[in-house]
Nanobody
Framework: QLQASGGGLVQAGGSLRLSCVAS????????VGWSRQAPGSAREGVIC????????YYADSVKGRFTVSRGDSETTVYLQMNNLIREDTAVYYC????????????WGQGTLVTVSS
């Protein structure tokens, strides 16, 4: 099971760090991706980290602002979001895949990020 956390209300230009924590398994053998779903919109892929630590951006809009990393624990992955804009407002989810080029599965509970202007 995956659980995303760390969301909240932040002003435009601010930063947040989201955490994705696995229970019952470890994330070191999986690529881990983040997606988001804004109100009234379809879910959108954002970013992914491979097993070896390489980053794949699914959304051009977050390049230069979002980074993904693995924690010291094998059960945690982080999404660092800087210079947030209103369009980043969404529920953020993490999931796993064999590779970042493969569909993400094993979706966990999301965390809401709200960016105010």
């Amino acid at each position: 099971q995956l659980q995303a956390s760390g969301g909240g209300l932040v002003q435009a230009g601010g930063s947040l760090r989201l955490s994705c924590v696995a229970s019952g398994f470890t994330l070191d053998v999986w690529a881990v991706g983040w997606s988001r779903q804004a109100p009234g919109s379809a879910r959108e892929g954002v970013i992914c980290i491979s097993k070896s630590g390489d980053t794949t951006y699914y959304a051009d809009s977050v390049k230069g602002r979002f980074t993904v990393s693995r924690g010291d624990s094998e059960t945690t992955v982080y999404l660092q979001m800087n210079n947030l804009i209103r369009e980043d407002t969404a529920v953020y989810y993490c999931a796993t895949a064999p590779q970042c080029s493969r569909p993400l599965v094993n979706w966990g509970q999301g965390t809401l990020v709200t960016v105010s202007s």
